[in-house]
């Protein structure tokens, strides 16, 4: 880890108490002139270190500042990391990056127009989330990237769980559950070239809501927050796991592996669902009743096969692909 980690770490560990500038340069093994540049570092990028002369330093205040140069020093591969104050959209701003000689991140502290899946928004206050693109050229076919939102899906639940100590359940195909309320939508686009027929970019949109806020009353009864957690965390944290986690699935990639650990953590799988959308009928906010059915298996490209309850195809199995299709839990 770097200066600037350790150092917040150590602030983190003793927030009441002034540390002095030799102390932490024992500690971290480093000249008190060393400390002193970290600590002005930190202090550029946002961070509220008091200085008190003769007595040391603390962190007046844990405030959640997102750090570019934090989050690369955490995070195990080759990357350029971005991070912005505000975005109309990190998916959208990754579409301009030219230069993917190593996968970009880039992250905004807030969208003005954050995007779901079938042209949802993604609400994106300011200091409130986690909104942050992972974009890269990849080196493989259409078969694996497939599977692209399924692997985003786990490596969020991996980075969850070793952050903050809370595990999320899955909804296929996109979402991530506390309590039964979403905490994290996942929006992946690609680009390919029309007449080699080769992906091009890959973006795979990330959207946390990680601390209390007031949602918009069109999602207030189904959003959520991440509330308690066992462990402290901080955003910078948490992006640079889900970073790790993902590249770590996709260089390692295990299809029977993979799709093992999404389904033990769906929570839809042998529960009863209601799908909407193409023949499905409109989409939930559009009115639309769609069509009850039974969740049964997750398919080797990540389709979800379904049992349906009523209709033409009563008792009928089908396996339906994400494209213009929804699904909520038939007690929603």
Not at 25 to 46: P, Y
Not at 51 to 80: F, H, Q, T
Not at 184 to 210: D, K, M, P, Q
Request: a neutral charge; aromatic letters at 8%; hydrophobic letters at 35%.
């Amino acid at each position: 880890m770097s200066t600037k980690i350790n150092l917040l770490e150590i602030f983190t560990k003793n927030s009441s108490t002034y540390i002095s500038g030799q102390e932490l340069a024992t500690k971290l093994g480093i000249s008190r002139n060393s400390v002193w540049k970290a600590i002005k570092k930190l202090q550029d990028e946002g961070y509220n270190i008091e200085s008190k002369p003769s007595v040391g330093y603390r962190l007046l205040s844990e405030a959640d500042v997102l750090s570019a140069a934090c989050i690369k020093d955490l995070i195990n591969i080759p990357c350029k990391v971005n991070a912005f104050h505000k975005l109309t959209s990190t998916n959208d701003y990754a579409k301009t990056v030219d230069d993917l000689s190593v996968p970009n991140i880039i992250i905004a502290n807030e969208q003005t127009k954050g995007r779901g899946r079938l042209g949802r928004s993604f609400y994106s206050p300011a200091s409130k989330g986690i909104y942050f693109t992972i974009v890269f050229e990849p080196d493989f076919g259409l078969e694996k990237a497939m599977l692209v939102t399924t692997l985003s899906a786990v490596a969020i639940c991996h980075a969850f769980e070793e952050i903050t100590g809370i595990g999320p359940k899955i909804k296929w195909v996109n979402d991530l559950y506390l309590n039964n309320k979403k905490v994290c939508g996942i929006l992946t686009e690609a680009e390919s070239n029309f007449e080699t027929g080769r992906i091009t970019r890959i973006l795979v949109g990330i959207g946390i809501n990680c601390f209390e806020q007031r949602f918009p009353e069109d999602i207030k009864d189904r959003a959520t927050f991440i509330e308690n957690p066992p462990k402290e965390f901080n955003r910078n944290e948490l992006i640079a796991s889900i970073v790790n986690n993902f590249f770590n699935l996709l260089n390692d990639f295990d299809r029977k592996k993979l799709l093992r650990d999404y389904k033990s953590r769906s929570m839809i799988l042998g529960q009863p669902i209601r799908i909407y959308g193409t023949s499905h009928g409109d989409l939930p906010e559009n009115g639309g009743k769609g069509i009850k059915a039974r969740a049964i298996d997750i398919d080797e490209n990540g389709g979800l096969v379904v049992e349906y309850m009523e209709g033409p195809m009563f008792r009928q199995m089908e396996t339906i692909t994400s494209g213009e299709v929804t699904i909520r839990k038939e007690n929603y």
